[in-house]
């Protein structure tokens, strides 16, 4: 449908690498295109990983980690914010975290402007304690509007938040070739994407990968992403014996090319969101094996029919999925096949359309009052 040209503007800590981040730039991007005004500020300076569109204005705030939680500095981030934010004069403002929600909520109190929160990740576990649990809750009731992934993560907020949102997934917003890798092609490589971090389950990775070698000493793992535990990670791998198989190349804006080339992608995680690498390992047509985590792998993941979904911390029924995908060209050809049609399904250019119309539904309940 068309819609009216609107001023949009998204809220987020910083552009660095990360799943919000990527969808933040390809949401504005894709905005932008269709004609819309879009903005982006951050918290923070620092270099963007991801590359905006050229008519995109970004505005770092210029704030440091280390101010981060800090109460008297989160009241100076939302004062900035709210001046900011005024002097553009925004139809809408879109926090891509829960967190940010109540900075958007704050600058946007007694304004024209319309503030719109987004949950980016799984609520029972991301920053899930007191306060930022109440903070969580209470900034959603108090938004505009609600962006879940999931409808499970809906069912985390009150129901004055679920209520007045929506459930939009994902969009596949990596650069995902055209073209799908024939699977006598594909390299002897398995693929994984993400943050460095506890969550991620990389460690669980590993120690499947070091037991996958022992039938199949051809195959390397590939292990795309930065964070706090490269080092551990490299440590692991060479207590395991497999350190001459595995690599950390770190965070790759080609990184959909790499792992489209790849025999098989593993998504370990212990929570998601929505996973971004998984959807765009699928959208790649290659044969994917995930973590039954909460949440995410489930609602895009049909067992056996377009992935293999595992259970969480199982090393042992990880490194039996991975060494079936390596033996079974059949299984492998039919999770490529059934795969790729995720392309439909979460089209970039459906998933933002999806977003503009619940935009013009927020802004438009505004102008008619």
Same mark, same amino acid.
């Given at each position: 449908?068309?819609?009216?040209?609107?001023?949009?503007?998204?809220?987020?800590p910083?552009?660095?690498?990360?799943?919000?981040?990527?969808?933040?730039?390809?949401?504005?991007?894709?905005?932008?295109?269709?004609?819309?005004?879009?903005?982006?500020?951050?918290?923070?300076?620092?270099e963007?990983?991801?590359?905006?569109?050229?008519?995109?204005?970004?505005?770092?705030?210029?704030?440091?980690?280390?101010?981060?939680?800090?109460?008297?500095?989160?009241?100076?981030?939302?004062?900035?914010l709210?001046?900011?934010?005024?002097?553009?004069?925004?139809?809408?403002?879109?926090?891509?975290?829960?967190?940010?929600a109540a900075?958007?909520?704050?600058?946007?109190?007694?304004?024209?402007?319309?503030?719109?929160?987004?949950?980016?990740?799984?609520?029972?576990r991301?920053?899930?304690a007191?306060?930022?649990?109440?903070?969580?809750?209470?900034?959603?009731?108090?938004?505009?509007?609600?962006?879940?992934?999931?409808?499970?993560?809906?069912?985390?907020?009150?129901?004055?938040?679920?209520?007045?949102?929506?459930v939009?997934?994902?969009?596949?917003?990596?650069?995902?070739?055209?073209?799908?890798?024939?699977?006598e092609?594909?390299?002897?490589?398995?693929?994984a994407?993400?943050?460095?971090?506890?969550?991620?389950?990389? #460690? !669980?990775?590993l120690? *499947?990968? &070091?037991?996958?070698?022992?039938?199949?000493? @051809?195959?390397?793992?590939?292990? /795309?992403? =930065?964070?706090?535990?490269?080092?551990?990670l490299?440590?692991?791998?060479?207590?395991?014996?497999?350190?001459?198989k595995?690599?950390?190349?770190?965070?790759?804006?080609?990184?959909?090319?790499?792992?489209?080339?790849?025999?098989?992608?593993?998504?370990?995680s212990?929570?998601?969101?929505?996973?971004?690498?998984?959807?765009?390992?699928?959208?790649?047509?290659?044969?994917?094996?995930?973590?039954?985590?909460?949440?995410?792998?489930?609602?895009l993941?049909?067992?056996?029919?377009?992935?293999?979904?595992?259970?969480?911390? #199982? !090393?042992?029924?990880? *490194?039996a &999925?991975?060494?079936?995908?390596?033996?079974? @060209?059949?299984?492998?050809?039919? /999770?490529? =096949?059934?795969?790729?049609?995720?392309?439909?399904?979460?089209?970039?250019?459906?998933?933002?359309?999806?977003?503009?119309?619940?935009?013009?539904?927020?802004?438009?309940?505004?102008?008619?009052?």
């Amino acid at each position: 449908l068309e819609v009216r040209k609107m001023r949009i503007g998204f809220l987020i800590p910083s552009l660095a690498v990360g799943g919000a981040e990527r969808a933040t730039v390809a949401l504005g991007n894709g905005m932008a295109h269709l004609g819309h005004e879009v903005f982006i500020i951050t918290l923070h300076d620092g270099e963007n990983f991801y590359d905006a569109d050229g008519k995109i204005r970004i505005f770092p705030l210029g704030f440091t980690d280390e101010e981060d939680g800090k109460i008297k500095k989160s009241l100076k981030k939302a004062y900035n914010l709210r001046r900011v934010m005024k002097n553009l004069g925004l139809d809408v403002i879109i926090a891509m975290s829960s967190l940010m929600a109540a900075y958007g909520v704050f600058a946007c109190a007694f304004t024209g402007t319309k503030s719109i929160g987004s949950e980016r990740s799984n609520p029972y576990r991301h920053f899930s304690a007191f306060p930022y649990s109440l903070i969580k809750k209470i900034s959603a009731s108090f938004s505009d509007g609600y962006v879940f992934q999931t409808k499970a993560a809906m069912e985390y907020y009150p129901k004055r938040a679920a209520k007045k949102g929506i459930v939009i997934p994902n969009g596949i917003f990596g650069n995902v070739p055209d073209k799908i890798t024939p699977f006598e092609e594909r390299k002897k490589v398995i693929y994984a994407m993400g943050r460095l971090v506890p969550e991620k389950g990389f #460690d !669980v990775l590993l120690k *499947a990968f &070091a037991v996958f070698s022992e039938k199949h000493s @051809d195959y390397t793992l590939t292990v /795309l992403g =930065e964070g706090e535990l490269h080092s551990s990670l490299e440590e692991l791998a060479e207590s395991l014996g497999v350190s001459e198989k595995v690599s950390f190349p770190g965070a790759d804006k080609s990184a959909c090319e790499k792992i489209s080339g790849g025999r098989m992608f593993v998504l370990s995680s212990r929570f998601e969101g929505m996973p971004n690498a998984l959807i765009e390992a699928m959208a790649c047509g290659v044969p994917v094996i995930a973590a039954d985590c909460p949440m995410g792998p489930s609602e895009l993941i049909t067992n056996v029919e377009n992935g293999i979904l595992v259970k969480v911390d #199982d !090393v042992h029924g990880l *490194a039996a &999925a991975m060494c079936e995908l390596a033996e079974d @060209d059949f299984l492998s050809a039919k /999770l490529s =096949e059934n795969a790729v049609k995720i392309r439909e399904r979460l089209s970039p250019e459906k998933v933002t359309e999806e977003w503009l119309q619940y935009i013009y539904s927020i802004t438009s309940k505004a102008a008619e009052k």
